[in-house]
Structure formats: structure tokens, C-alpha cells
């Protein structure tokens, strides 16, 4: 845990604002203050510790050298300080993505999701414990309001990217596959 103060749920608004300049009727309701609020106000009951958060953690943003096996993070554009369960949620969603099909880029298979014994071993990884600690699951509990909120903040983003990117992605496509999740 580390000082500082929370930046994920004034990045949701953020978010949410330049979401609804774009003005995309079907989403609405994923613009909506009250919703995105409700979303945020489960996730503030949760205490999780603060952390310094790489936000966007997903296997294209994980080197290894093949050498010496050193793990490096890159892609540090969204990272702040934020509640440490918003990092492992969104981790653990990435899992459904793949980036590298060309073709379906914007897609996520939900089969592709740690099952049940991946995720305890992740979380149990990140405990520095066996998978059958009660704190894994106490872990996963802290995680679970977080799924929704990182579903909505990457779909507020998928938006605003449609209307400003220049990156050759269907970012529309993403924001639908995302805000399908939620």
C-alpha cells in the first residue's frame, strides 16, 4: 500500500464526460452520471489498499526476456494510484482478449476466463500463499465489484478513442463487446 490519492474514479469520470461528448445513443445508459456513480460506489465500500496501479495490465503489456527471464511492464499511459482490486479485475478480464487476431481484435471470449483453479493460483501467486488460504478468497471477493467498473471504464474509453484515435482498431466494436459485459 502507498500514499496518494485514488485517481481510477476521477479517471471514470473523466472518461464518462469525453464518453458522452461523443454522443453514441446506443450507450446511453453507459453514460448515464448515476450509473457510472453506482458503479464507483460499490467499489469505494470495498477496502482494498491503494497501490501504485499499472491500470492497463494485459499480456501485451508483459515482456520477457528470453534470456535471462527477466518480467518487464510496459504501456504505463493509464497508470495511477488506485484501490489494488481494480488492477487484478481487469488483469484477469484481459485473459479473454486477443489482441494479436487481427481480425477480431475488439472481441473477448468469455471462455477464455481464468477458470476457478487459474484464478486461485494467480491469487494465491499474488499472496505469496497457497490457493486454499482463506485469503485467496477473501481477495476474490475484494476483486468482484471491480469487473463491472473496469467493463465500464473501458468502454467509456473504447468511445472517446472512436471519436479521436487514429490507430487502426474497432473501437466501437470494443465498446459493444465490453458494455455486453457489464
Known amino acids: ?73 510496459v504501456d504505463y499511459e493509464y497508470s495511477g494510484i488506485a484501490p489494488r482490486a481494480f488492477d487484478i479485475a481487469n488483469y484477469l478480464l484481459e485473459w479473454m482478449a486477443d489482441y494479436s487476431d487481427h481480425k477480431h481484435r475488439e472481441s473477448m471470449n468469455v471462455e477464455k476466463y481464468p477458470n476457478t483453479h487459474e484464478k486461485c493460483e494467480l491469487l494465491a501467486a499474488y499472496l505469496q500463499c497457497e490457493p486454499q488460504d482463506p485469503r485467496v478468497q477473501q481477495l476474490e471477493a475484494e476483486i468482484a465489484p471491480f469487473t463491472p467498473l473496469s467493463h465500464l471504464l473501458w468502454t467509456l474509453c473504447a468511445i472517446h478513442q472512436s471519436y479521436c484515435s487514429e490507430i487502426d482498431f474497432d473501437y466501437i466494436a470494443y465498446a459493444r463487446t465490453r458494455h455486453s459485459l457489464l
Open 1 to 73: 500500500s502507498i500514499g496518494g490519492d485514488n485517481d481510477l474514479y476521477n479517471r471514470v469520470e473523466r472518461w464518462r464526460l469525453k464518453a458522452e461528448a461523443v454522443g453514441l445513443p446506443e450507450f446511453k445508459d453507459v453514460v448515464n452520471v448515476e450509473y457510472c456513480r453506482g458503479l464507483v460506489k460499490n467499489c469505494e465500500k470495498v477496502d482494498s489498499p491503494l497501490v501504485m496501479s499499472h491500470n492497463d495490465l494485459q499480456m501485451g503489456n508483459i515482456m520477457r526476456n528470453q534470456e535471462s527471464g527477466k518480467i518487464t511492464f
